[in-house]
């Protein structure tokens, strides 16, 4: 048996042990934390259906393809595949949905093609801002965002510019 098959269970006994040296109610606290997981869940169900139901909306309509094909002049002159485009609009709204992209892209042109790498590039160094936005705000209740969107779309953008020229630096 190795290491690290061996973390998760210390790490239960150590917080039991913790809870009882310290009298907590481990059973209590267990079920009032889920009590309030399921609380948060129903605060930002509504968000999180109507974002996936946008996400396959824009995808199912062609839209996104026309977009990428719009921007495939700048695309290219900025150094970005224009096969990567429908990563650009799908990763700030939707993780599963740009893993989707990028298993596809990955599929097509191989991981170590250059659009492979940017894509890797791509989905690993930015987030799902929109996703994220709708979860974190939406379990606290906030509902105006104000410079939270576009502050995160600037980094979005400014990932998206640099994952290409970074990816080329690295294939040197």
């Known amino acids: 048996m190795s290491l690290s098959e061996l973390v998760v269970p210390v790490l239960l006994c150590f917080t039991a042990c913790y809870a009882l040296g310290k009298r907590v109610d481990v059973y209590t606290a267990l079920t009032r934390g889920a009590e309030e997981g399921l609380n948060v869940l129903v605060h930002i169900l509504p968000s999180l259906i109507a974002l996936l139901t946008a996400v396959y909306m824009f995808r199912a309509s062609g839209a996104?393809?026309?977009?990428g094909a719009l921007l495939a002049p700048a695309l290219e002159r900025v150094g970005i595949p224009p096969e990567?485009?429908?990563l650009l609009f799908i990763r700030p709204i939707s993780?599963?949905?740009?893993l989707a992209v990028g298993s596809e892209l990955m599929a097509t042109y191989g991981p170590d093609s250059y659009i492979g790498r940017v894509a890797a590039v791509m989905l690993g160094s930015s987030e799902t801002t929109f996703y994220t936005i709708a979860v974190y705000f939406g379990s606290v209740g906030i509902v105006k965002t104000r410079y939270t969107i576009p502050a995160s779309l600037c980094a979005d953008a400014v990932m998206f510019l640099t994952s290409a020229a970074a990816v080329r630096v690295l294939m040197g």
């Open 64 to 67: 996104m393809e026309y977009l």
């Open 84 to 86: 990567v485009a429908p």
């Open 95 to 98: 993780g599963s949905g740009a």
